[in-house]
């Protein structure tokens, strides 16, 4: 798909991957440091991924990503041109979301599995690790590829939801928590380690069903916004 490449291309860019890779690289680095150091691995090992990796690398790599693979062409301007082109606006969502998976899940998926099998806490921590990275990606990407193309400013509102939103909001309730990506994240961990997390009282099923749902729906309603034309 041709839209699919243009968009990898256009999307990764070396300042970006540093950002995301120094995470990575930090996570690996506090991996090993709880594997020497901590009595309780398997304690240590799950609230450290589930504190670091799915509360600030998977969400702010997915933002960075998909905030500007459609929000880039609408502060350029060149946003008129897929407007002017006889594609489908459903086919552009798509590669718009799938190029921003592509590029997010590999720069965050390797470094946080090897930082999960650092900690010692065991392969239960690594599985689950893998699954949540890859389910939360998936959902990151799809709703801030909506948010990059309906807001300015995306990566302000972005990190308002990540902090704020997910950071408290959430916490605060049973359905706010079901609001919150974070929450199925946190619910994958608890239930394939054992360990007891604030917002991880979800079923495995629905921790990996509803973020692939939220993707589905936010390409639609990319999308219905591409489709807008008052969209400026």
């Known amino acids: 798909m041709r839209l699919y490449s243009v968009f990898l291309r256009h999307q990764l860019t070396w300042g970006r991957a540093a950002v995301i890779a120094g995470l990575g690289a930090l996570a690996v680095l506090i991996g090993l440091t709880i594997t020497l150091q901590s009595t309780e691995k398997v304690v240590d090992g799950t609230e450290f991924i589930n504190g670091f990796g ?47 998976i592509t590029i997010a899940l590999p720069l965050v998926f390797v470094p946080l599995v090897i930082a999960a099998a650092a900690t010692g806490a065991g392969p239960a921590l690594v599985g689950a690790t893998a699954v949540a990275t890859i389910v939360g990606v998936i959902g ?6 909506a948010l990059g193309l309906r807001f300015r400013r995306a990566l302000v509102w972005g990190i308002a939801y990540i902090l704020l939103w997910e950071g408290f909001v959430a916490t605060a309730s049973e359905t706010a928590a079901k609001l919150s990506l974070r929450a199925y994240t946190s619910s994958l961990l608890s239930q394939f380690t054992g360990v007891g997390l604030r917002l991880g009282t979800l079923t495995v099923g629905s921790a990996v069903v509803v973020p692939l749902v939220v993707c589905v729906l936010a390409t639609l309603l990319t999308a219905r916004l591409l489709g807008r034309a008052d969209i400026d």
Request: hydrophobic share 60%; glycine share 4%; net charge negative.
């Open 54 to 100: 799915f509360t600030v690398v998977v969400p702010v790599a997915a933002l960075m990503f998909a905030s500007a693979v459609l929000g880039d062409t609408v502060d350029d301007r060149t946003l008129v041109y897929l407007w002017l082109s006889p594609v489908p606006r459903l086919q552009v969502a798509v590669a718009a979301t799938l190029a921003s």
């Open 140 to 145: 990151y990407c799809g709703a801030f590829v």
